[in-house]
């Protein structure tokens, strides 16, 4: 059974830290892409970073480069979150895919995914 699991959200002031973790079990992470999309009140989902393990292609949305970090483990993969700001709050969702579909925007868009986590909250606040 494919399972994704979300942790380490919380509460941060600005300018902080955190580190999300995705444990993923019932696949192998070495053939998968995985995604982490982030969710705000009111808002649509929004691909923040994508991990593909296939060629090892780091993807980062312009609002998160020179801040945010995606890497793995063996069953994990994480996100490290520096220099937090308040327009990175929200659910903060991971999810797997076997293979992106073949375009430049792939990575983002949460159709392409087919595995989802069940959410993290992160919220930065002072």
């Known amino acids: 059974q494919v399972q994704l699991v979300e942790s380490g959200g919380g509460l941060v002031q600005p300018g902080g830290s955190l580190r999300l973790s995705c444990a993923v079990s019932g696949f192998t992470l070495d053939y998968y892409a995985v995604g982490w999309f982030r969710q705000a009140p009111g808002k649509k989902r929004e691909g923040v970073s994508c991990?593909?393990?296939?060629?090892?292609k780091k993807y980062y949305a312009d609002s998160v480069k020179g801040r945010f970090t995606v890497s793995r483990g063996k069953n994990t993969v994480y996100l490290q979150m520096n220099s937090l700001e308040p327009e990175d709050t929200g659910v903060y969702y991971c999810?797997?895919?076997?293979?992106?579909?073949?375009?430049?925007?792939?990575?983002?868009?949460?159709?392409?995914?087919?595995?989802w986590g069940q959410g993290t909250q992160v919220t930065v606040s002072s």
């Open positions: 991990i593909n393990n296939r060629d090892l």
């Open positions: 999810a797997g895919v076997l293979t992106l579909p073949d375009s430049v925007s792939a990575w983002s868009d949460p159709m392409s995914y087919g595995f």
